[in-house]
Structure formats: C-alpha cells, structure tokens
C-alpha cells in the first residue's frame, strides 16, 4: 500500500514538474516574439482595465457613473477640470477631472469607456466560446466520421458548414439582431453561432490527420466508445489551432460588437459599449473629436493585441514555423 502511494505521489510530482516547464518555456517563447508578446501585454493590461471597470463602474454608487448627465458640462476636452461652482458634490467626477472629457449629455467619457471595455471583453469571450464548442463538436464529429459508412456525416457537416460561409456574417448578424429584441445576451448568441465554421474546419482537418496515429488504432481496438476516443484521446491532441483561431476570433467579435453598437442594433442602454460611443460622437466630429478618436483607438489597439498575440500563439505551436524563425 506505501509503495502505491509513493508511486502516484511520484507521478503526481512529475506530472506538476512538466506543467511548469511547459509554462515556462510557453514564456520564453512568448518573450522571443516581441509583437506577439506586446499583444500578450496589452492583452492582459485590457483584462485588468476590464475587471476594474467593472468594480469601479458598477453598484448604486459607483466610483465612475456612466450614466450620469451632466448638461451644464456637456462636450467638455479631454483633461478639463469640473466646474465645481454649478455641480452638486456627487456630480463632481473623481479627482475632479474629466480624464477623456465628456460627451453630448455630459456624461463622462472615461467612465464610459471602462464600462465598454467589461462589456467588450464580455461579448468577446462568450461569443467565441460559444463558437468553439459548436465548432469542436462539428469538427470533431466530421473529422472522426468522415470515411466509410459514415461518411455522410462529413459530407453534411461539411455542406453545412459551406453553405454557412455563403452568407455575408456581418450581414447576417445584422439581419438576425434586427428581429430579436435589443439584449446583450442575444448579441453574444447571435455571434457565436454565426461564427463556428472556422474552428469546425480546422478541428476536422485535425482529426483527420489524427484518426490514423497508433493511439486512437489501440484505443478501437481496446473497445472504447467512439465518443470517448473523439473527446477524451483526440481532442486534447487537436486544441493548438482551436486556441489560435479563438484568440483571433475574440478581436473579430469585440470588432462586430462595436460595428452592431455603431449601426445602433447591438447593446442597448444603459449599457455603455465602445461602439455607442463611437457612434454618439459621429455627430460632433468637428466639436469634440475626442469623442471619435478615443474608442476608435482603444478599438484599435485591443484588436491588434489580439490578433498579434494569436500570430504569436500560431508560431509558437507549430515548430515548423517555430525554426523558420
């Protein structure tokens, strides 16, 4: 019994001894590529705005109110001072500055924007991993199946799949979210369903290289389930794409969000999303720019991050590519 024990206590130390190395060379790797690891850095730097954004933003007395008007400050630049003499003390902003000014109803713009940023990182990662699993289960169905009898189920996953990639997907989006009611749930939805063909393909072409290796031949062979070997031996082995397309697929769906909120079918008030903002100073573009340029920017540069860091993460999982470098 102390020798069984002594054996998985090894195993266990082993196994948590690979992690770490594992994490540790991801790392090193991530510091090698410098775009990718300046991606990785604006990434996380956005988690935290997000996060703060939140806490700071949320509650019936929020340090930061977004919602709040302010008429008598209305289209107030950047780094401008509250005028103290004409504010109630709870109008007053933090610090007593307006820090990305404010916009037509004097609401703060900085406020607003942390608001947007929990609101973007949400609609990103819940749209994406929507997409992901129907995409890995598609993917993995169509890649497993796809040969003798059943290969009518590749061949209707992979119809499917091309009569999706049909459909103009920002139109379609669009046309769906038009006839639903206004919810940030029912944007989220409609985006990680209309957005599952990318990882359904890269998950098949996976599993098709994957099917013939000795570990899923043993494991038919042992009698275990299909599904089984689908979920629990191949797919482990089919993740590193999958995690590519999804760090990409979280810019393209923080990108559509903020394309729905300008077009105004995507988040309704009094939620605060990039997009809103964007699109509520189109109509002061020559009297307060700051009101384009800002979440233009930020939109800008979380994408870019995203994008740069799933580049990266492609480099790094492919070793191919890896020594090209």
């Known amino acids: ?56 933003t949320s509650g019936r007395t929020p340090v930061f109110d977004p919602a709040h008007i302010r008429l008598q400050e209305k289209l ?21 500055i307006y820090i990305f000014g404010t916009d037509n109803l004097g609401r703060d713009v900085f406020a607003r924007m942390l608001q947007g940023a929990w609101v973007s990182l949400t609609v990103g990662f819940v749209a994406v991993g929507i997409s992901v699993v129907i995409g890995i289960f598609m993917g993995g169905i169509a890649g497993y199946f796809g040969q003798g009898r059943m290969l009518w189920v590749d061949t209707l996953i992979m119809r499917l799949v091309d009569i999706m990639l049909c459909f103009p997907s920002f139109f379609l989006i669009l046309t769906v979210v038009a006839l639903l009611p206004a919810s940030m749930y029912n944007v989220m939805i409609v985006i990680g369903l209309t957005s599952w063909m990318g990882t359904t393909r890269f998950v098949r072409a996976e599993f098709l290289s994957l099917r013939e290796q000795d570990f899923v031949r043993a494991a038919r062979a042992l009698g275990i389930g299909n599904l089984r070997i689908i979920f629990r031996h191949m797919m482990p082995n089919a993740l590193g794409p999958v995690l590519v397309s999804a760090t990409i ?60 860091f799933g580049e990266g993460l492609r480099d790094m999982l492919n070793p191919k590519l890896r020594k090209d470098r």
């Open 76 to 96: 107030r630049p950047p780094f401008s001072k509250a005028n103290t003499d004409i504010l109630q003390p709870d109008e007053v902003p933090p610090m007593g």
């Open 249 to 308: 697929g979280i810019a393209s769906a923080i990108l559509t969000e903020a394309g729905l909120s300008f077009l105004g079918f995507g988040v309704p008030p009094p939620h605060a999303t990039w997009g809103n903002i964007l699109s509520d100073g189109k109509n002061f573009i020559f009297d307060a720019p700051w009101l384009t340029f800002i979440p233009g920017l930020f939109i800008l540069i979380v994408v870019l991050a995203f994008n740069l």
């Open 1 to 56: 019994m102390d020798i069984v024990k002594t054996e998985m206590s090894a195993d266990i130390i082993h196994k948590k001894g690979k992690t770490k190395k594992q994490v540790t060379q991801f790392f090193i790797l991530l510091k090698e590529n410098r775009l990718a690891f300046s991606g990785f850095v604006i990434f996380f730097l956005f988690l935290l705005v997000a996060l703060f954004g939140l806490v700071l």
